[in-house]
């Protein structure tokens, strides 16, 4: 299970949806207080959030193996976050952002 769950989830009305919600609190992959919040419309957001994502791993010619699928689109996914100020910097400026990718990625400053 991941570390920091979501509280919910927002899906448009497929119907397929809500079945997998359940087999994965069913298998203990998510908490089962998620709630489920269906929307044709709003979710449009976040689907249309995944371009700049999908332009930047383009060049990447995709990845190989999952592991680093994984490490790649989590750190894509961090420095997004943090161009968009998401997170709290431990101190402002280009030093904060160091700071919290090595505190988020355990590598030495």
């Known amino acids: 299970m991941s570390d920091y769950p979501p509280s ?8 397929s949806y809500p079945k997998a919600i359940l087999r994965l609190q069913n298998e203990g992959l998510l908490p089962n207080d998620v709630v489920h919040r269906t929307s044709k419309y709003l979710n449009n957001i976040l689907e249309a959030d995944h371009g ?5 791993i383009r060049p990447t010619r995709g990845f190989q193996r999952m592991k ?4 790649n689109l989590r750190g894509f996914e961090v420095m997004r976050m943090i161009r968009r100020g998401h997170c709290n910097l431990p101190q402002p400026g280009v030093t904060g952002e160091i700071r919290l990718v090595n505190q988020l990625f355990g590598l030495a400053a």
Do not use: E, H, M, N
């Open 8 to 15: 919910s989830i927002r899906t448009d009305k497929l119907a």
């Open 52 to 56: 700049a994502l999908k332009r930047v």
């Open 68 to 71: 680093a699928a994984a490490a």
